[in-house]
């Protein structure tokens, strides 16, 4: 069964840096995008930054500069550096791919248990 497995996050001040890992255990047949997603109180769940299979990355406006990902595609993995962070980047942080569980599978979207990033001023 394919699950995403999320680590990092924590309690930060601001200007200071936190690392986001994800990895995709159960040995999915395909990733097709991953990357990940942030959901602060009373806000709808917003992307941060995804890779895609041919390396093109998304980051959002509101990260950029400060926030990059990177791809591990041998080990179904994406980690997310976040530097410079600030009070309103406080969240959780979800993981999110869209796979092939096998190779008769329909391309799905499967999401991580959510990390907290907390950002004190």
């Known amino acids: 069964q394919v699950q995403l497995v999320e680590s990092g996050g924590g309690l930060v001040q601001a200007g200071g840096s936190l690392t986001l890992s994800c990895a995709a255990s159960?040995?999915?047949?395909?990733?097709?995008?991953m990357g990940w997603y942030r959901q602060a109180p009373g806000k709808q769940r917003e992307l941060v930054a995804h890779v895609t299979t041919t390396g093109t990355s998304n980051i959002a406006d509101s990260v950029k500069g400060r926030f990059t990902i990177s791809r591990d595609y041998a080990k179904n993995a994406v980690t997310l550096q976040m530097n410079s962070l600030k009070p309103e980047d406080t969240a959780v942080y979800y993981c999110?791919?869209?796979?092939?569980?096998?190779?008769?599978?329909?391309?799905?979207?499967?999401w991580g248990q959510g990390t907290q990033v907390t950002v004190s001023s």
């Open positions: 159960g040995r999915p047949f395909a990733i097709n995008v």
């Open positions: 999110n791919a869209d796979l092939w569980a096998t190779k008769w599978s329909s391309l799905t979207d499967y």
